[in-house]
């Protein structure tokens, strides 16, 4: 279909965008000065295919059996916007007009006409992902599935895991729009197979017994071994507990020896390891990740920075599935060691030159006692668990004693069917669950099993696994107060409407402004809200895209998977950041502070930054760092491992920042000619070069390139650099050329100055902000019946200096948000 079709390719990051020739696209004059005025179809659009296609492709002739004169001018219709892309593909790429035809239109006149078909393409294709329905059902995304499944019983469940739910589709990097969201037959399966899983944890027919496991230098010999807390207890007084022994010798695999073990119970498990580590000068710290290699999964991973004179203690918990389980211990930097202490007094190094050392032993530290390279020193490890939640507390409130009549069934059913539903049950709906149940009696089951079959039946109905807006024969477009909850809780929190929302509902008190606004008030305070933060950001900034292409380990030798993630962190912990101190939309472009944890902080060069969290960190000018286009993952993701990618950079700020999507590059673009191993070195930009000075490239370009070049000192991985490293070639790496000049003339020299310039046009950044959010509240894309709609919010925003939090209240508060 014409909609995947422009989808897919806007989504997909191929090296065409790199020589990208005629298309720009429309409104991108909003920040840079507007050269033309927009082409109208009958005054524009008609003539130029007059002029141009008729001739070939109209009523008296149709060439390849293509015709234009009669396509029809709805971009909503699916068969003709296939033609309208079809000539936007022709023209765009210059195959259209032929050369041979007289009179040909030159690519600007061709370009301006290209990027009105594309934006009418572009409103086409939103306007049917956002067509209401009488009864509209938006399905769930597995992380907000996850998230009210631990609100409903207080289970956590993994939808990552390899037994989890199917990775979620989406539009534009939007997870959450519901025309996107399919359901299949491998969907269904996976829920079925979910909520049993969910609801054995929930109900377990044999109460889980709580165990400790801990691994000492005999416990490894012979296997880890499980105790009682008697046994265990007698085992750490005799101090055997707390030594552990993983066999790691010089030369052999950095992977320690994995500790194998059966979890009878699934649940959550609470890891605690004491250590300490030997960081280089000017080095990377030692850095433990311990993994699951049975749900291949990385269950924790942190620096070490406390020094071998004083050890720290490291304590997480995580959820188990039932089953065998192996955990390997790991120190994932460059040249690692894993050592342990056992058997020794003190916290003396295990090795050390001032000890001496036996030949195979390696040396760990010079002649000054500073460390070599890092060295993870482990002196215990142990885990115990599962520890009961809160949350499932609660749940036993919706199952009946053992011994329970079915009074006891009919009440935890209908209890649990409101709260897994978001609303009051229908007339009848109730019976058909408590018939389930007398059906499994009647089989033989005993009364526990037989509602769980019922509740399984719950989880896996349309009305848990969708929100669902509107009623067969109800002709409204406003949302109930059920209804509203559900958008207000799923916008702000990603999971079901708590008690006192629900509480509203059933006081049909939620519509109010005054009671909204205090409402939206209290859900930022909560804990909660820091699922917006990721949600929003990671969705809005495309931040998944980090790491899709791994930069080259050769080129980039101190990326690693934890600088990667802490990439991520940086960019959703800055949000957050905005959020709680309700900060104005200006920080995104340009702020003189970021967050950083010690790992971003040395890959920025940045000084003083000792403790392995993340923090507030004020920035100075020289550090070249500020607002969200200098985040390191924001830079990575538009690169391709081996090189930034200028007009990629370009591209997402235009799409991210400013929401304007360039149309899709044509199938004729050739990629950049590689520089010959005997050629002169030559920057990325220089290369651009030659496509700019062909007429058919230059109207494109002077649109995109000036948006990436900007940030041309910063490599493929967010790195500073005053000079452009090219590895094939002969001479001097060129230096960085990181200036520019936007189609309305204003100039910069730097990516400081560029930001400037976007701050000018902070209203721009303001509306294309809001839309994005309201794409994200409402699960839907904008259309132009939203532009009133959206231009009030924008307003509100202004006139509230465009902070954050203001704005969010804007969106919940709008007419639009209770619309449906």
Not at 452 to 461: D, E, R
């Amino acid at each position: 279909m014409p909609m995947i079709m422009i989808s897919t390719l806007r989504t997909i990051v191929s090296p065409r965008w790199a020589t990208l020739l005629v298309l720009s696209w429309a409104g991108i004059g909003i920040w840079v000065g507007s050269v033309h005025a927009e082409p109208q179809f009958d005054r524009d659009v008609l003539p130029f295919l007059e002029q141009n296609c008729f001739r070939c492709h109209g009523k008296e002739k149709q060439k390849g059996n293509f015709r234009l004169d009669n396509l029809s001018r709805d971009f909503t219709n699916g068969s003709s916007v296939a033609h309208w892309l079809e000539v936007v593909d022709r023209v765009g790429s210059g195959e259209m007009p032929p050369e041979s035809q007289p009179n040909r239109p030159g690519a600007e006149e061709s370009g301006r006409i290209v990027e009105w078909l594309v934006e009418r393409i572009n409103e086409g294709d939103a306007e049917r992902l956002a067509r209401t329905e009488p009864v509209s059902l938006r399905r769930l995304t597995r992380q907000e599935y996850v998230n009210t499944i631990y609100d409903l019983l207080g289970v956590i469940f993994d939808a990552t895991d390899p037994a989890g739910l199917n990775e979620d589709d989406s539009w534009n990097g939007f997870e959450r729009i519901g025309s996107v969201l399919s359901l299949s037959a491998s969907h269904v399966e996976k829920y079925l197979t979910a909520a049993e899983m969910i609801l054995d944890e929930a109900y377990p027919e044999v109460p889980p017994k709580p165990f400790l496991i801990a691994n000492s230098a005999v416990d490894l010999v012979g296997g880890p071994k499980t105790y009682g807390k008697e046994r265990y207890e007698e085992l750490h007084r005799s101090g055997l507990v707390n030594r552990i022994r993983i066999d790691l010798w010089p030369g052999q695999s950095v992977r320690a020896q994995p500790v194998k073990t059966w979890v009878e119970f699934a649940g959550v498990y609470r890891f605690r390891a004491k250590l300490s580590g030997l960081r280089p000068a000017g080095g990377p710290a030692p850095h433990l990740s311990i993994r699951a290699d049975s749900i291949d999964r990385i269950l924790f991973e942190r620096d070490v920075l406390a020094s071998e004179a004083d050890p720290t203690t490291m304590e997480f918990e995580v959820h188990l599935p039932a089953g065998h389980h192996e955990f390997t211990l790991t120190n994932d930097v460059p040249g690692p060691l894993i050592l342990t202490r056992f058997g020794r007094s003190g916290s003396k190094p295990f090795f050390s030159l001032k000890e001496g050392r036996i030949p195979w032993q390696i040396q760990l530290k010079d002649e000054k006692d500073v460390p070599l390279f890092p060295v993870l020193i482990l002196d215990s490890f142990e885990w115990e668990g599962p520890i009961p939640l809160e949350g499932k507390q609660e749940s036993s409130a919706f199952m009946p004693d053992e011994d329970g009549g079915m009074d006891q069934v009919h009440a935890g059913l209908e209890e649990f069917a409101e709260r897994a539903f978001r609303r009051p049950l229908e007339t009848g709906e109730l019976e058909r669950y408590v018939q389930i149940v007398q059906a499994e009696i009647a089989a033989g089951s005993k009364l526990i099993p037989a509602v769980k079959t019922a509740m399984l039946g719950i989880l896996c109905s349309k009305s848990f696994l969708y929100l669902v807006e509107g009623a067969p024969g109800l002709s409204t477009s406003t949302l109930s107060d059920w209804e509203l909850a559900s958008r207000l809780s799923y916008f702000l929190w990603s999971t079901m409407p708590d008690d006192e929302l629900l509480g509203l509902d059933r006081k049909g008190t939620l519509q109010s402004p005054k009671v909204l606004r205090s409402q939206v008030e209290r859900m930022l305070r909560d804990s909660r809200i820091e699922r917006l933060v990721d949600a929003f950001a990671t969705q809005w900034l495309q931040l998944k895209r980090v790491g899709m292409f791994t930069p080259d380990a050769e080129l980039y030798p101190t990326y690693d998977r934890y600088l990667e993630k802490s990439m991520v962190r940086e960019t959703t912990e800055f949000f957050g950041e905005v959020l709680d101190k309700n900060l104005t939309l200006r920080e995104f472009l340009v702020s003189d502070w970021t967050m950083l944890n010690p790992r971003l902080a040395l890959h920025y060069g940045i000084p003083g930054i000792t403790e392995d969290r993340f923090r507030r960190v004020s920035l100075k000018p020289d550090y070249h760092r500020g607002g969200l286009l200098t985040h390191a993952s924001v830079l990575s993701l538009t690169s391709d491992g081996t090189r930034h990618r200028p007009v990629h950079r370009g591209v997402w700020i235009a799409e991210s920042i400013f929401g304007k999507s360039p149309p899709p590059p044509p199938a004729s673009v050739e990629p950049i000619e590689p520089i010959p191993f005997d050629g002169e070195k030559a920057s990325i930009r220089m290369q651009l070069k030659a496509h700019r000075s062909d007429p058919s490239c230059a109207s494109c370009h002077r649109k995109i390139d000036p948006l990436g070049f900007a940030f041309d000192n910063y490599d493929a991985i967010g790195q500073w650099r005053a000079e452009e490293v090219v590895p094939v070639g002969v001479g001097s790496n060129p230096k960085v050329d990181a200036s520019g000049v936007l189609p309305d003339g204003r100039r910069f020299a730097n990516a400081g100055e560029f930001k400037d310039l976007l701050l000018e046009d902070i209203d721009t950044f303001n509306e294309a902000f809001v839309k994005a959010l309201a794409t994200f509240a409402l699960r839907r894309t904008m259309t132009f019946q939203d532009r009133n709609s959206l231009e009030k919010i924008t307003s509100l925003s202004r006139s509230s200096d465009y902070r954050l939090r203001d704005v969010i209240e804007a969106i919940v508060l709008s007419d639009l948000f209770k619309q449906r």
